[in-house]
């Protein structure tokens, strides 16, 4: 696991090298500021939050698998003189299908965004070829990081209301931050506390969190009530049309509360 975890970071930082030969990480960055002024109004962003922002969904396994799959087609292209023919055809998508994979883990306004961007590719790079793979990628990789800043603008953060909800039941930050830390610590000693902390701040400033506190608090209310609650039945009709990450989650108190003394 040690290995597996370093040789990510190490393959990470290597795919990234190679995208930003072809095209630089500022020309994306500044890319990225087109839709947000434009599509959205948003006429200041830091430059900063950016470049946080794109590190951040390049760090995703995901865009790891789709721009890796470009970048060798990208290669192959120029020696498949069938593959090339295909690119030419009116109807061939399959270099925009696979690109999209990434617009699809930030939702419908990702995808809106990358019609944005490939309609106005050549104004964002104009000495480049907007029907290549890699083009299609940068499309989704500047949609996608658009995306991001904009739902973090319009978002509220729940962070403050959902270390309340937990501190009702006797749950700190301190304490969920010392489960992620024991979880990653023996495959990455060196790695600083702090990070887990962000990260569990991250998970806890969406509204989704709140919602699926609130509701696994008041299940396990009723069962230390001794309410018969806990019946299947109406655990699923409780839990039907609650997001699966809910249903996760109070499947969890669940099996904690059965095996509590």
């Keep these: 696991?040690?290995?597996?975890?370093?040789?990510k970071s190490?393959?990470?930082a290597e795919m990234r090298e190679e995208l930003f030969s072809h095209f630089s990480q500022k020309s994306i960055e500044e890319a990225v500021v087109r839709p947000l002024i434009e599509a959205k109004g948003i006429k200041k962003t830091p430059n900063d939050l950016?470049?946080?922002t794109l590190l951040g969904?390049?760090?995703?396994t995901e865009t790891y698998n789709v721009i890796t799959t470009l970048l060798e087609l990208e290669k192959k292209v120029r020696h498949d003189p069938e593959l090339l023919a295909s690119m030419k055809d009116p109807s061939f998508n399959v270099h925009r299908t696979i690109a999209m994979s990434i617009c699809n883990m930030y939702g419908g306004g990702a995808s809106s965004l990358f019609g944005f961007v490939d309609c106005k590719?050549?104004?964002f790079f104009p000495n480049k070829r907007p029907k290549s793979f890699l083009s299609k990628g940068i499309c989704a990789l500047v949609a996608s990081t658009?995306?991001?800043?904009?739902s973090d603008k319009v978002k509220e953060d729940y962070t403050e209301r959902n270390l309340e909800l937990l501190a009702s039941r006797g749950v700190t930050l301190d304490d969920l931050v010392d489960l992620v830390d024991g979880l990653r610590r023996p495959y990455n000693p060196h790695m600083e506390r702090k990070l887990s902390e962000d990260n569990v701040r991250g998970v806890l400033k969406k509204q989704q969190v709140y919602h699926a506190i609130q509701l696994a608090i008041k299940?396990?209310?009723?069962v230390e009530r001794?309410?018969?609650i806990l019946n299947m039945s109406i655990l699923s009709a409780m839990t039907k049309g609650c997001s699966a990450w809910t249903s996760r989650w109070l499947r969890a108190f669940r099996c904690s509360t059965v095996r509590s003394p």
Aim: aromatic content about 10%; overall charge positive; glycine content about 4%.
């Design 146 to 150: 658009a995306t991001v800043i904009i």
């Design 219 to 222: 299940v396990d209310i009723a």
């Design 1 to 7: 696991m040690k290995t597996f975890l370093k040789d």
């Design 10 to 12: 190490l393959v990470m």
């Design 121 to 123: 590719f050549r104004f």
């Design 57 to 60: 969904v390049l760090s995703k």
């Design 226 to 228: 001794g309410n018969s």
């Design 50 to 52: 950016i470049t946080e």
